[in-house]
Nanobody
Framework: QVQLVESGGGLVQAGGSLRLSCAAS????????MGWYRQAPGKQRELVAT???????DYADSVKGRFTVSRGNAKNTVFLQMNTLKPEDTAVYYC?????????WGQGTQVTVSS
């Protein structure tokens, strides 16, 4: 079982930046994928970005070139640097960890981008 705690959400004007952080604890295997999903009001949860334990990233087309996902040195942390934010990026952002037999989710952090 894993526990994930996010931080770093908030309110920002369009064109601004935010950095989300997530720390995982519990039984974490050396091979895993961590990342970020988001859910806007009235919409389904969608992939934002993921990164494998060997550092391979993957991005949704809507955030390519604006967002950067990275892993911390401790390997149980993941970050999302969000630049050039748009109002359509407004959502609750969830941290995610996937590994053998386990999928974990954080409680979510609100990101609001004003126009």
């Amino acid at each position: 079982q894993v526990q994930l705690v996010e931080s770093g959400g908030g309110l920002v004007q369009a064109g601004g930046s935010l950095r989300l952080s997530c720390a995982a604890s519990g039984t974490i295997f050396s091979t895993n994928t961590m990342g970020w999903y988001r859910q806007a009001p009235g919409k389904q949860r969608e992939l934002v970005a993921t990164i494998t334990s060997d550092g391979s990233p993957d991005y949704a087309d809507s955030v390519k070139g604006r967002f950067t996902v990275s892993r911390g040195n401790a390997k149980n942390t993941v970050f999302l640097q969000m630049n050039t934010l748009k109002p359509e990026d407004t959502a609750v952002y969830y941290c995610n960890l996937r590994q053998l037999r386990t999928i974990g989710w954080g409680q979510g952090t609100q990101v609001t981008v004003s126009s």
